[in-house]
């Protein structure tokens, strides 16, 4: 092969790799970009529901207060971020803003058992057992939203989790049918904070997604009426 052609060859792979790397880069502003305005979107739209504790307190006839689960620590000791849901959580209820907790969360194993440990904690606060209700399917913020109103058939709600959290959970409420709105947790540095801003900034898209196709949680269950005594929800429903 004469130099000429064998430069014309090489030009052309340079070409094209550069026009992939273009195209890729392209595709990766776009994502990028719809990310961003679904980000921006579900902002706009949950905003006016997230309240002060004085303004939750005085909404009324709200059905419960769901507080979202977190990690716990030694099998029976709530994770500083969960300790912070659950005093919020207690302090709307001790308030008056709904006569129920529900506390949602992982109880995917008999080795680890997040509700019951938020119960505990919150029974020692002097909250009635009667009162707290435990949803312990509640695998994803998703899964806890779809079960406050299949399963407990809460219509009206008020949520408590960290503020980068609370807005996806709001969301998702509200597009699964509730009249929804959340008060934000104390926050403090928890440690690995940058991680979980970025996985949230993902997540609203795939919960946008989610509750637009609306698929059924992993768990569904009976239903169970916030109406009688949570103490029914004590063993996995």
Request: some cysteine; aromatic content about 8%.
């Amino acid at each position: 092969m004469s130099k000429k052609k064998a430069d014309k060859k090489k030009g052309g792979f340079v070409r094209a790799i550069r026009n992939i790397f273009v195209f890729l880069i392209a595709c990766a502003l776009l994502i990028l970009l719809g990310l961003t305005g679904i980000y921006i979107y579900v902002k706009h739209d949950v905003n006016p529901r997230l309240l002060k504790e004085e303004d939750a307190t005085a909404l009324s006839d709200v059905d419960c207060i769901i507080i979202l689960g977190a990690s716990v620590k030694n099998g029976d000791t709530p994770s500083p971020m969960l300790r912070d849901r659950l005093d919020e959580g207690i302090a709307l209820y001790k308030a008056g803003c709904a006569p129920k907790i529900l506390m949602s969360g992982d109880h995917g194993s008999e080795y680890y058992n997040e509700v019951s440990v938020m119960k505990n904690y919150a029974i020692k606060q002097g909250v009635p057992s009667e009162d707290i209700f435990l949803d312990h399917a509640g695998f994803s913020t998703y899964e806890s939203m779809y079960r406050a109103r299949a399963i407990f058939g809460a219509e009206k709600v008020v949520i408590v989790t960290q503020k980068y959290h609370l807005t996806r959970a709001v969301y998702n409420a509200k597009n699964l049918g509730m009249d929804a709105y959340g008060v934000a947790a104390a926050s403090i540095n928890y440690g690995g904070q940058t991680i979980r801003n970025i996985r949230e900034y993902l997540a609203i898209s795939k919960d946008f997604v989610m509750t637009f196709i609306k698929p059924e949680p992993t768990v569904l269950g009976n239903p169970i009426s916030l109406d009688g005594s949570g103490d029914v929800t004590n063993g996995a429903d």
